[in-house]
Every structure is written in C-alpha cells, then in structure tokens.
C-alpha cells in the first residue's frame, strides 16, 4: 500500500519559517518524481513546487517569489519544502504527491500551515 | 502562462444522472489534462490522466474527452459518494502545473 505521510505544519507568525516533510512508503522512491499542492480554507488547489527523482531538477509556481525550497532525500524516502518569510496567504494544508509525467498519483492527507500573529 | 477555466461552477445534478464537467485551456495543451475528485475533508484523488486514461481503481461511469484547448469529464450515472468538488490540472513548460478552480457537484 503506498502512503505518503506529511509533517511539520503548524503555527507561525508572518515573517517566520517552517519545514514540511514527506515520508513515502510503497512506492520506489529514488526513481519517483514528486510535487507539493496547496489549498487555502475553502479555496481551490495551487501546485506549489516539483521535484526530479535525483533531486537535480526542481520547479516552483511563479507566485511563491523564491521564498520556497524543495529537496530530497532519498536514504530516507523523504522530500521536503522549506518555506520562509511568510506571509498570511501562505496558509493552507500543504499535500505532497508523486508526480508521473503528467499527473499527480498518489497524495498524503496534508499538513496544515497558519501563517498568523 | 495558462489558464484553466472550468463550468460551470456549481452543478446541481440528482443521483443517477449524468454529469457534464468543462475545462478549457487558454492555449493548446495537447492531451496534458488530468482530472481530481476531492471529498470534504480528503485529500484529492487522480480519476483521468492524459485526456481521457482512466486511473486504476476508477470505476467505469468517469470518462474524459478532448485535446488541444477543450476537455470534458463525464459521470455517466452519478452514484452518492460522486458529490464533490472536482478539479482539472494540465502539464505544460511554464508554469509546469496549473489547477482549475474547480466545479463542485451537488445534490439538486
């Protein structure tokens, strides 16, 4: 069965930092591309940033402004997202998905991210 | 950088029925069209891939259709568990993804 099981959302104050992690089970990780959605309350969804396997090629959505990393980490089946200087429209529950070419696969359930003072 | 625009927004169906859901593209995209169902409270699920794939798992009342700028998702007869918000999401170079914002099916 595969899962993704994501972490490390939580509360912040604007400015602040946070890293999400991602921790995949039942797929080959190493060889999988992965990818980080978003969705503020009640709103749509927004893809956030995507990964190559090797971690050698990554993408981010325009909107973000450089403020966010994605990495990997493939000893321990796990990609991240370092998000710093946010901002209040950054909250939201962050899901991490294995991306196969064109589309998203299997999702985690998300980590919420508040973004208040 | 292209845009998504699904109709309509909101979809008044009852059970049994067909459902009818649009997405169009400001530019061509080819067959790099995917479709979401997402539930209150869950995360989304991968129903068509490339146009008109159905994922493993998807039952055989979800089609998809089109290529280049228009795409449709059908729900040939909706069951109870099919009311919900549904999402498409195309590949392209820049930006890489873009979501719709969404048609959210209900009960007439």
């Known amino acids: 069965e595969v899962q993704l099981l994501e972490s490390g959302g939580g509360l912040v104050q604007p400015g602040g930092s946070l890293r999400l992690s991602c921790v995949a089970s039942?797929?080959?990780?190493?060889?999988?591309?992965m990818t980080w959605v978003r969705q503020p309350p009640g709103k749509g969804l927004e893809w956030v940033s995507a990964?190559?396997?090797?971690?050698?090629?990554?993408y981010y959505a325009d909107s973000l402004e450089g403020r966010f990393t994605i990495s990997r980490a493939n000893s321990y089946n796990t990609v991240y997202l370092q998000l710093n200087n946010l901002r209040a429209e950054d909250t939201a529950i962050y899901y991490c998905?294995?991306?196969?070419?064109?589309?998203?696969?299997?999702w985690g359930r998300g980590t919420l991210v508040t973004v208040s003072s | 950088e292209i845009v998504l625009t699904q109709s309509p927004a909101t979809l008044s169906l009852s059970p049994g029925e067909r459902a009818t859901l649009s997405c169009r593209a400001s530019?061509?995209?080819?067959?790099?069209l995917g479709w979401y169902q997402q539930r209150p409270g869950q995360a989304p699920r991968l129903l068509i891939f490339?146009?008109?794939n159905r994922a493993p798992g998807v039952p055989a009342r979800f089609s998809g259709s089109g290529s280049g700028t228009d795409f449709t998702l059908t729900i040939s007869s909706l069951e109870p568990e099919d009311f919900a918000v549904y999402y498409c999401?195309?590949?392209?170079?820049?930006?890489?993804?873009?979501f719709g914002p969404g048609t959210k099916v209900d009960v007439k």
């Open positions: 998905a294995r991306l196969e070419k064109t589309y998203f696969d299997y």
């Open positions: 039942g797929i080959t990780f190493r060889t999988s591309a």
């Open positions: 990964i190559g396997a090797t971690g050698d090629n990554t």
């Open positions: 530019q061509d995209i080819n067959i790099f």
């Open positions: 490339d146009a008109s």
């Open positions: 999401l195309q590949r392209s170079n820049r930006p890489l993804f873009t």
